[in-house]
């Protein structure tokens, strides 16, 4: 019914940049926020960003002043420009939607999850 389509993750140098998309798709009423978190092996699941239709944002402190999230109402997509990457980024990169399919109900919904590598 939603289905959220990730790209961008990857392996890179300590330092380097990457990009993440992630475009929602399917019977889509309206969106409330976007966001981006991340979860390494035994740890829970924490959120890296976040940004609502409005453009409020929020941020991990780990990753402030590095990370910027954005959107595009339009296309239903949020992006994740991650700059001055450390080896503790490395992790799975999940996608994350909270959004109405009917006028009535809101739920999350989640990507399959994108690959993060960051080496030293």
């Known amino acids: 019914q939603v289905q959220l389509v990730e790209s961008g993750g990857g392996l890179v140098q300590a330092g380097g940049s990457l990009r993440l998309s992630c475009a929602a798709s399917?019977?889509?009423?309206?969106?409330?926020?976007m966001g981006w978190y991340r979860k390494a092996p035994g740890k829970q699941r924490v959120l890296v960003a976040a940004i609502t239709s409005g453009g409020t944002t929020n941020y991990a402190y780990s990753v402030k002043g590095r990370f910027t999230i954005s959107r595009d109402n339009a296309k239903n997509t949020v992006h994740l420009q991650m700059n001055s990457l450390k080896p503790e980024d490395t992790d799975v990169y999940y996608c994350?939607?909270?959004?109405?399919?009917?006028?009535?109900?809101?739920?999350?919904?989640w990507g399959q999850g994108t690959q993060v590598t960051v080496s030293s």
């Open positions: 994350n939607a909270d959004l109405w399919t009917v006028r009535t109900t809101s739920d999350d919904y």
């Open positions: 399917g019977s889509i009423f309206s969106i409330n926020a």
